[in-house]
């Protein structure tokens, strides 16, 4: 079966731009996790969705990050005023029990 | 101090060699995971441990609870084995989502 799809793969942005990343779960996955990976760099939490609600989003670094998931599937991630350290991998996984999470591909962010 | 640390944070192996990744934590765990991400990004799943001791193929994770401790061994080690290896763990506190190590980055040589 079809697993964790991003998109886009590589996105590149000018500073101030606003950008959206989205993230296509696997079917049937409740809970939606997006990490952001700096460049040698383990993972950082972002926010996590359980449904169609944001279950924990204290990973978020401010109010320019805001991520939603209107029907409890997609997930959308959306970045105003882009900085150039936002630039990193956007990493999405999703999970049906609290055991395995199964991981996207990421979209690679690139803020000029 | 980061709460998920590793070492060695580089390896360089020769092709046949055993290998050890080293993992350790400071918080209270529910469950901690091994993750293999090869260069482009994509992240797979070894192991989820939460006690003991785990072995699929030429991986093995042992976990040791009371030290915080967790180590990933690769057996008769091979190229393709490269890639960076990642440890996370899940708190005890109930919270899901994983706080991960900065990665082991293997490079192993024919």
């Known amino acids: 079966g079809a697993g964790v799809s991003q998109t886009p793969s590589n996105k590149v942005t000018e500073k101030g731009k606003y950008v959206e990343l989205r993230c296509d779960p696997i079917s049937g996955h409740t809970a939606l996790y997006w990490y952001r990976q700096s460049l040698g760099q383990g993972p950082e939490f972002l926010i996590y969705f359980q449904g169609t609600g944001a279950a924990d989003d204290s990973g978020l670094p401010n109010d320019r990050f805001f991520a939603v998931r209107p029907e409890g599937s997609v997930s959308t991630l959306k970045i105003q005023r882009t900085e150039r350290g936002d630039s990193a991998v956007y990493l999405c996984?999703?999970?049906?029990?609290?055991?395995?999470?199964?991981f996207g591909p990421g979209t690679r962010l690139t803020v000029l | 101090k980061n709460e998920v640390e590793q070492s060695p944070q580089n390896l360089t192996a020769q092709e046949g060699e055993f290998i050890t990744i080293n993992c350790s934590y400071s918080?209270?765990?529910?469950?901690l995971h091994w993750l293999q991400q090869h260069p482009g990004g994509g992240i797979v799943s070894l192991f989820m441990l939460s006690s003991g001791k785990k072995k699929h193929g030429r991986l093995i994770a042992t976990i040791n609870i009371q030290e915080k401790h967790s180590s990933l061994h690769i057996t008769a080690s091979h190229p393709r084995d490269s890639a960076v290896y990642i440890c996370?763990?899940?708190?005890?506190?109930?919270?899901?989502?994983?706080?991960f190590g900065s990665g082991t980055r293997l490079q192993v040589q024919p």
């Open positions: 996984a999703s999970s049906l029990t609290e055991r395995e999470q199964f």
């Open positions: 996370a763990v899940r708190s005890s506190t109930g919270r899901r989502a994983l706080t």
């Open positions: 918080v209270g765990i529910s469950a």
